[in-house]
T-cell receptor, first 110, second 115 residues
Framework: QKEVEQDPGPLSVPEGAIVSLNCTYS??????FMWYRQYSRKGPELLMY????GNKEDGRFTAQVDKSSKYISLFIRDSQPSDSATYLC??????????FGQGTRLTINP | NAGVTQTPKFQVLKTGQSMTLQCAQD?????MSWYRQDPGMGLRLIHY???????DQGEVPNGYNVSRSTTEDFPLRLLSAAPSQTSVYFC??????????????FGPGTRLTVT
């Protein structure tokens, strides 16, 4: 079993829809939770960073962490075609090693 | 700032050849790492370094070698290329504090094909 599981998609939604992206993990030692966005043929870039359970908002993006269920989510409101990318969750347990999910490929259709 | 730079952008190797992928950062980050990205596999950590002179293995280190003689540079060496090493390679740097790695800045990647 992989430490981090993420549905690779692809996921295709119409512009303006609310998008929900999710990861589950098995190691309760993970303390830091991140979402990276990767455009085609580019390196990933950090989108959101959370530490505790609960929600964190940044504009149209909301990161949610449920440590009791070992489940993290990223919500995108009012999705735009420019949000089309691969979204990767990444988890860290204070051991200076990030573990990434497989990435979900998202397309927002105009 | 240039951020994280990687060279070359593309490379084709024959089985058994060796080469070095270059990575440099100008943000004075102590932490640097190498990942490979394969379809359906996400990013997998190859090697990482927490400072000049200190390196350690990640999840998939076999067939790769690293060294860190300066804070700025972190080259990745393929010792004897195999088709299984066909992948996109990303270098990243970050500051770390109290054993925690914070935001990683990624380079643009090197696309490697081994025939």
């Amino acid at each position: 079993q992989k430490e981090v599981e993420q549905d690779p998609g692809p996921l295709s939604v119409p512009e303006g829809a609310i998008v929900s992206l999710n990861c589950t993990y098995s190691n309760s030692a993970f303390q830091y939770f991140m979402w990276y966005r990767q455009y085609s043929r580019k390196g990933p870039e950090l989108l959101m960073y959370t530490y505790s359970s609960g929600n964190k908002e940044d504009g149209r993006f909301t990161a949610q962490v449920d440590k009791s269920s070992k489940y993290i989510s990223l919500f995108i409101r009012d999705s735009q075609p420019s949000d089309s990318a691969t979204y990767l969750c990444a988890l860290e347990q204070g051991a200076q090693k990030l573990v990434f999910g497989q990435g979900t490929r998202l397309t927002i259709n105009p | 700032n240039a951020g994280v730079t990687q060279t070359p952008k593309f490379q084709v190797l024959k089985t058994g050849q060796s080469m070095t992928l270059q990575c440099a950062q100008d943000m004075n980050h102590e932490y640097m790492s190498w990942y490979r990205q394969d379809p359906g596999m996400g990013l997998r950590l190859i090697h990482y370094s927490v400072g000049a002179g200190i390196t350690d293995q990640g999840e998939v280190p076999n067939g790769y070698n690293v060294s860190r003689s300066t804070t700025e540079d972190f080259p990745l060496r393929l010792l004897s290329a195999a088709p299984s090493q066909t992948s996109v390679y990303f270098c990243a740097s970050s500051y770390s504090m109290s054993g925690v790695v914070y935001e990683q800045y990624f380079g643009p990647g090197t696309r490697l094909t081994v025939t």
